[in-house]
Each structure stands twice: as structure tokens, then as C-alpha cells.
């Protein structure tokens, strides 16, 4: 595998910083918010919930790439403007989807990070875009991509000029259908091995039901990664996305507790 920007070897800085919030210097990063930006309000009342209880990070979908076109598809550039009004009131920096070579320029002017879903991880000229810009990248691992056919996605970005990319495992598919994906623990010391970018854990689309998540979040830190991303929302019976898998505001409290109180146990596995 020949990897050329973000190899082990190369001697650049091993973290990245968004705004205030750096990945992979030691500390675990938990980013939360809902599924799909919906309205104002919830964003707003999820934002200042996960702050308060150790989020430093907002996420929140206003693109939405749907399984099926029927599904709701986001709020699109009203919710890009939510993202961005919530975000300036919280002081958390956002992440958030990018589907579209053509919205890179739009969606950069109102998120601190893209995020690259699973379905778009071998768009790659959507991420040869993003890698013409100078915002970090969250890149989701696809959902049958190998640990090459990742970092290669990886190598597309950091080749155009943007190395500030952060990868994501998100679960992939396997015969096993009692969760949504499998998600692939194993992935987190592998990619540390190999390349130089932090690594964060999505438990809520890697498996798909709530009471996974702590379970999975803890096994992320145990693993070494540098950080989750965690699907919160006020009302998640009603959720337009995701609903299975989001997390309430309180059972986010727990497990943002959980995840402070294991954090010690578990920081020399972040080291490199
Ligand atoms: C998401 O995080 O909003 C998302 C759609 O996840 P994935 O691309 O991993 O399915
Ligand atoms: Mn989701």
C-alpha cells in the first residue's frame, strides 16, 4: 500500500484542530448532535444539552444521503445556516455532511469541518473538492470499504493539499443483520499503525440501536481512538432520521459521564 501524505513516516504534526478542539494530541473528542438538522430549536437545545455535559463539538446533517429519495433529505442550505447560527451562539465548531462537489464552496462558509459519509467515501471527486480547500475532513469509512480502500480515500484528500483529515469508523457490512453495520473496533489501532490521522468511532450509525452506544464508546477509548461522534436528539421517537439510534438528552448525560470517568484508564492507548 503506498501511501505518500499521511504515512506513519512522514515527520508533520500527527493532530488536528478545529477551532478549539484538536484530535489526536491524548484527548477523546466527543462530538454529538442530531441525525438531520430539523428546525432551530432542537438544534439549539442539543447543542447547549451536549455542551453542558462534555460535548465539544456540534454535528448535524443538512444534506441527508438518504437510502431511499422518499426519506427526508435535509434542510440543505436553511439547515447549513442553523448549523451556523447555533454554532456561533454555543461557541461549539460544526461538522457536517458535504454530497456534492458543486456545494463545497456553500457549505464551507458555515461549517469548521466536512464531514464525507460512507457513501461518498470513493467520490472521489468530491474528495479531491474538499481537498482543495484548507477545512478539515471527517471521512466516514464506507460501508465496504477496506482499511486500504480507506486510506486511500484518505491519500485523494491529503494529495490535493489538505491533510487536516480525520477518519471515522462507522461500521460495515457483514452477513450479520442484527445491527445496522459491524462495527469494526479493530480498525482503530489498525489505522493508527498505519497512518498519522487521528481516528474517531461512530457508534450510533455502527450499530445502529442506543444501548450499544456506551458499550461501544467505551470499547472506542479502549482501543485507542481519539475520540466519538454520537447521535443525540430532544425527542428521538420523533427523530426525521435515525430515530432507533439516537440518543436521548439524558442517556447522552450518562454516557458522557461514563466516557470522563474512563478516560484516565484508558489515555495510553491514545499516545502514538
Ligand atoms: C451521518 O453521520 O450523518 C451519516 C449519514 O453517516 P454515514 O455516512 O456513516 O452513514
Ligand atoms: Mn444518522
Redesign the pocket.
Known amino acids: 500500500m503506498e501511501l505518500r501524505y499521511i504515512s506513519r513516516d512522514t515527520e508533520v504534526n500527527n493532530t488536528v484542530s478545529v477551532k478549539n478542539v484538536t484530535f489526536g494530541d491524548g484527548s477523546f473528542v466527543i462530538i454529538a448532535g442530531p441525525?438531520s438538522v430539523e428546525n432551530p430549536e432542537m438544534l439549539k437545545e442539543t447543542a447547549c444539552h451536549v455542551k453542558a455535559h462534555g460535548a465539544v463539538m456540534l454535528?448535524g446533517?443538512a444534506y441527508?444521503?438518504r437510502t431511499s429519495p422518499y426519506s427526508f433529505q435535509g434542510l440543505k442550505e436553511e439547515g447549513l445556516l442553523y448549523l451556523k447560527q447555533v454554532s456561533d451562539e454555543t461557541d461549539l465548531p460544526v461538522v457536517s455532511?458535504v454530497i456534492d462537489p458543486r456545494d463545497v464552496e456553500m457549505v464551507a462558509r458555515c461549517v469548521d469541518m466536512f464531514?464525507i459519509?460512507?457513501?461518498n467515501m470513493q467520490n472521489f471527486s468530491l474528495l479531491r473538492e474538499v481537498g482543495k480547500t484548507d477545512i478539515p475532513v471527517l471521512l466516514?469509512r464506507g460501508?465496504a470499504a477496506t482499511i486500504e480502500d480507506f486510506l486511500m480515500a484518505a491519500e485523494y484528500i491529503a494529495a490535493e493539499g489538505n491533510d487536516r483529515i480525520v477518519l471515522?469508523e462507522?461500521g460495515i457490512r457483514t452477513f450479520e443483520n442484527y445491527t445496522r453495520n459491524t462495527l469494526d473496533i479493530t480498525a482503530v489501532p489498525i489505522l493508527k499503525s498505519l497512518c498519522r490521522l487521528p481516528v474517531i468511532v461512530?457508534p450510533s450509525?455502527g450499530t445502529g440501536m442506543r444501548d450499544l452506544i456506551l458499550p461501544m464508546s467505551l470499547a472506542s477509548m479502549a482501543a485507542g481512538a481519539d475520540g466519538v461522534?454520537i447521535e443525540v436528539h430532544p425527542c428521538p421517537e420523533n427523530a426525521l432520521s435515525d430515530a432507533e439510534q439516537s440518543l436521548s438528552l439524558q442517556a447522552f448525560e450518562r454516557i458522557a459521564i461514563r466516557l470522563q470517568q474512563t478516560q484516565e484508564c484508558f489515555k495510553d492507548m491514545r499516545k502514538r
Do not use: L, T
Request: charged share 40%.
Open positions: 441525525c454535528r446533517g441527508k444521503p455532511e464531514q459519509g460512507s457513501r466516514k460501508m471515522c462507522r461512530d450509525h461522534m
